[in-house]
T-cell receptor, first 109, second 116 residues
């Protein structure tokens, strides 16, 4: 069956450090990937996406890396801030969207 | 605002009662999705609408769950004879294009359902 999984359920980082959140997927035919951020009591918010014809995409303070060989996706947050504390979900699309269970990011001041 | 809205934000109901959850998608978005999120868990897909039709209902957990969409806009998720295991946050999302093409989904704030 289809799956999107996360390696670390909780990640604690010091303010100012870089954060890396990882995600694995099982379907090599997946062609579209998204990272979402969900703050407490709110719906998921789009952060960045990447299509399978790319291996890296950068946004503001965030970078998504896609390794299709090992079916691995990562989200890098530069200079992590307290406002980055949230649960981060990866999702991929193969005819429909599949979401991972999420990684909680705690940013320590 | 121009985002996805959901109502009510919170709903407490007694076991066995029926509930209706409403979603107002972003204007012009043809695709609409319902998800369920249990505490500390990821998103569980329930149903996908393209316009007023639902080509994918595969995530509805039982026949107590149903959803409709009218006018290509507002959607209602109905849960009949609620059970305690139905307690969760129900999230709605909308997007411009068809599900199979991918593309950003915009989420509403969710409805927190508690069945006592």
């Amino acid at each position: 069956g289809e799956s999107v999984g996360l390696h670390l359920p909780t990640l604690s980082v010091q303010e100012g450090d870089n954060s890396i959140i990882n995600c694995a997927y099982s379907n090599s035919a997946s062609d579209y990937f998204i990272w979402y951020k969900q703050e407490s009591g709110k719906g998921p918010q789009f952060i960045i996406d990447i299509r399978s014809n790319m291996d890296k995409r950068q946004g503001q303070r965030v970078t998504v890396l896609l390794n299709k060989t090992v079916k691995h996706l990562s989200l890098q947050i530069a200079a992590t801030q307290p406002g980055d504390s949230a649960v981060y979900f990866c999702a991929h699309n193969f005819n429909k969207f599949y979401f991972g269970s999420g990684t909680k990011l705690n940013v320590k001041p | 605002g121009a985002g996805v809205s959901q109502s009510p934000s919170n709903k407490v109901t007694e076991k066995g009662k029926d509930v209706e959850l409403r979603c107002d998608p972003i204007s012009g978005h043809t695709a609409l999705y319902w998800y369920r999120q249990s505490l500390g868990q990821g998103l569980e897909f329930l149903i996908y609408f393209q316009g007023n039709s639902a080509p994918d209902k595969s995530g509805l957990p039982s026949d107590r769950f149903s959803a409709e969409r009218t006018g290509g806009s507002v959607s209602t998720l109905t849960i009949q004879r609620t059970q305690q295991e139905d307690s969760a946050v129900y999230l709605c999302a909308s997007s411009l294009g068809r599900q199979a093409l991918g593309g950003e989904q915009y989420f509403g704030p969710g409805t927190r359902l508690t069945v006592t």
